[in-house]
């Protein structure tokens, strides 16, 4: 693994900082009607694709994830300009506008969804790793799920799969509590979700999802396993988010004081005391880094107001193959 070095953590807080800034200001568009549809907010759990993608080779490496899936992809190189045009439904964004919110990809940066059925990806993260496996490539496929699709037949189907077939695949577990508004003691017999990996002869453990060092150091060591053909590992990672499941939860289903108890244990403001108390940047330098970040985030927004929408040809033949389906032909030509 890289070394985790001063700069290291320095360059972890400007990027956490710029998804959080980056997921605030999709929220402020979402209000002001300019993203629809439904958008799943990622505040709190940055210290994972921080640490996921220190630990990755992101030359050969994939990821797949479920539908909280903007800023994953930032993390992976994925151009966030595309990304915000791709929630304001513009033809720059990284699938024409017409994917959206929960469905954002990138071919380019083995980054596979954004998928909005619950659980949907689990198997589709084990089938790019027998891809993988079969034409020897050496690569390794990051899994990530929430914790509401641990319940899910599908997982249990690829877990047992991955070890029979020692597939090059790491099962990543963003567990926030909470699989929309139920909580894990409410929805598991079993409150240790690392374990659910253990029933298969898995390696399985638990990581604290509040500190990017940590969690570069487990990942690390699984997909050294996974690369080396010593097969699938399980990672639980302990995280909390801080916005609802999605813009239109009510959070009903937890008190403002368990939220605030957790903004204590936030893993940007963690990161930022831990460089100022080492003295490894100045306060000031840190407010630099602010400003670019803010500035960085306005681009984005910049871009994607500019940027046109698909036009109904292209969203033609995004969905159509035929290119003389005369129904929707004649569709066209009347509008």
């Given at each position: 693994?890289?070394k985790?070095?001063?700069?290291?953590y320095?360059?972890?807080?400007?990027?956490?900082?710029?998804?959080r800034?980056f997921?605030?200001?999709?929220?402020?568009l979402y209000?002001?009607?300019?993203?629809r549809?439904?958008l799943?907010?990622?505040?709190?759990?940055?210290?994972i694709?921080?640490?996921?993608?220190?630990?990755?080779?992101?030359?050969?490496d994939?990821m797949?994830t479920?539908?909280?899936?903007?800023?994953?992809?930032?993390?992976?190189?994925v151009d966030?300009?595309k990304?915000?045009?791709?929630?304001l439904?513009?033809?720059?964004?990284?699938?024409?506008?017409l994917?959206?919110?929960m469905?954002?990809?990138?071919k380019?940066?083995?980054?596979?969804?954004g998928?909005?059925?619950?659980g949907?990806?689990?198997?589709?993260?084990?089938?790019i790793?027998?891809?993988?496996?079969?034409f020897?490539?050496?690569s390794?496929?990051?899994?990530?799920?929430?914790?509401?699709a641990?319940?899910q037949?599908s997982?249990?189907?690829?877990?047992?799969m991955?070890m029979l077939?020692?597939?090059?695949?790491?099962?990543?577990?963003?567990n926030?509590?909470?699989?929309?508004g139920t909580?894990?003691?409410?929805?598991?017999?079993m409150?240790?979700?690392?374990?659910i990996?253990?029933?298969?002869?898995m390696?399985?453990?638990s990581?604290?999802?509040?500190?990017?060092?940590?969690?570069?150091?487990?990942?690390y060591n699984?997909?050294?396993?996974?690369?080396?053909?010593?097969g699938?590992t399980?990672?639980?990672?302990?995280t909390?988010r801080y916005?609802?499941?999605?813009?239109?939860?009510a959070?009903?289903y937890r008190?403002?004081?368990?939220v605030a108890?957790?903004?204590?244990?936030?893993p940007?403001?963690?990161?930022?005391?831990?460089i100022?108390d080492?003295?490894?940047?100045?306060?000031n330098k840190?407010?630099?880094?602010?400003?670019?970040v803010?500035?960085k985030?306005d681009?984005?927004?910049?871009f994607?107001?500019?940027?046109?929408p698909?036009?109904?040809?292209?969203?033609y033949?995004?969905?159509?193959?035929?290119t003389?389906?005369p129904?929707?032909?004649?569709?066209l030509?009347?509008?």
């Open positions: 693994m890289k985790i070095t001063i700069k290291t320095i360059k972890w807080f400007e990027n956490m900082l710029f998804w800034k997921e605030d200001k999709c929220r402020s209000l002001k009607q300019k993203i549809g439904f799943h907010l990622y505040n709190g759990q940055e210290a694709p921080a640490g996921l993608t220190h630990a990755m080779d992101l030359s050969k994939h797949i479920a539908y909280r899936c903007h800023i994953l992809p930032i993390s992976m190189g966030p300009k990304i915000m045009a791709e929630l439904g513009k033809k720059s964004g990284t699938s024409l506008g994917g959206g919110s469905h954002i990809f990138s380019k940066h083995r980054f596979y969804g998928h909005g059925i619950v949907g990806q689990i198997p589709l993260g084990a089938g790793a027998f891809a993988d496996k079969y020897n490539r050496k390794v496929t990051i899994t990530i799920m929430g914790d509401g641990v319940r037949g997982l249990h189907e690829t877990l047992n991955a077939w020692k597939l090059p695949v790491i099962f990543i577990c963003e926030n509590k909470y699989a929309m909580s894990v003691t409410r929805s598991s017999s409150d240790d979700l690392h374990h990996g253990t029933s298969y002869g390696p399985s453990i990581v604290d999802g509040m500190d990017p060092k940590k969690i570069a150091i487990a990942a699984a997909i050294e396993r996974a690369r080396y053909g010593k699938a399980f990672l639980d990672i302990k909390y916005r609802g499941h999605s813009m239109s939860d959070e009903s008190s403002k004081d368990e108890l957790f903004k204590k244990q936030d940007i403001f963690k990161l930022k005391h831990l100022l080492n003295k490894w940047e100045s306060e840190l407010n630099i880094i602010e400003t670019i803010k500035k985030v681009s984005c927004v910049q994607a107001e500019q940027s046109d698909p036009t109904l040809q292209e969203m033949d995004s969905v159509y193959h035929e003389d389906y129904f929707v032909d004649n569709i030509h009347t509008l």
